[in-house]
């Protein structure tokens, strides 16, 4: 079974610019969410997206925002972006959400603002 | 404000010992522990879980251990072996593990042959 894949793996931009990320989840799995890794704040929840719902947001400002499609993939997007964005992005899928159906996580998209 | 705190950012063990990670939590609303490992350059793998109506949950040579009234859990590992060597991230959820995870910043293992 194809684990959860993202894409790009890397990503560079300039301060001011928008970007897309994707998130393709475990096959079966209906539930999204993103995290952002960074050194000095380590990993903090973005939001969970079920059946193309946005169920739960984090404490990120609106220039942070996502969807999911019917067929599950999400995409987020982070508009006019700021030097401090630079961080790993991290999608995960689960079966369904709560106990017993842990998280799955991608490798992530690298992304750089300059 | 850190509700999730692990409080050692390293840990060293020899290979064939114990290694026992702490974590720490200031949220009694939290009901829903894990623990995550996560190698360099991949996304963190899930390895164990606790419902907070439990004390303790084994899985192979993974236990992990919750101490509600002193909001403390812990994950031993027995026996360490070299491949355990990662970052251990603690995270936490409330609803039952339906919200969103807060996550503690990491402990580096590493396992000394």
């Known amino acids: 079974k194809a684990g959860v894949t993202q894409t790009p793996r890397y990503l560079i931009k300039t301060r001011g610019q928008q970007v897309t990320l994707s998130c393709s989840p475990i096959s079966g799995h209906r539930s999204v969410s993103w995290y952002q890794q960074t050194p000095g704040q380590g990993l903090q929840f973005l939001f969970e997206?079920?059946?193309?719902?946005?169920?739960n947001k984090g404490n990120f400002p609106g220039r942070f925002s996502g969807r999911q499609f019917s067929n599950s993939r999400s995409e987020m997007n982070v508009s006019t972006l700021e030097l401090g964005d630079s961080a790993l992005y991290l999608c995960?899928?689960?079966?369904?959400f709560g106990e017993g159906s842990p998280l799955h996580f991608g490798n992530g998209t690298r992304l750089t603002v300059t | 404000d850190q509700q999730v705190k692990q409080n050692s950012p390293s840990l060293s063990v020899q290979e064939g010992r114990i290694s026992i990670l702490n974590c720490d939590y200031t949220n009694s609303m939290f009901d829903y522990f894990l623990w995550y490992k996560k190698y360099p350059a991949e996304g963190p793998t899930f390895l164990i879980s606790i419902s907070s109506i439990k004390d303790k949950n084994e899985d192979g040579r993974f236990t992990v251990f919750l101490n509600k009234s002193a909001k403390h859990l812990s994950l031993h590992i027995v026996p360490s072996q070299p491949g355990d060597s990662a970052v251990y991230f603690c995270a936490a959820s409330t609803g039952g593990g339906a919200d969103g995870l807060t996550f503690g910043k990491g402990t580096h293992l590493i396992i000394q042959p």
């Open positions: 995960a899928s689960s079966l369904l």
């Open positions: 997206y079920f059946s193309e719902t946005q169920r």
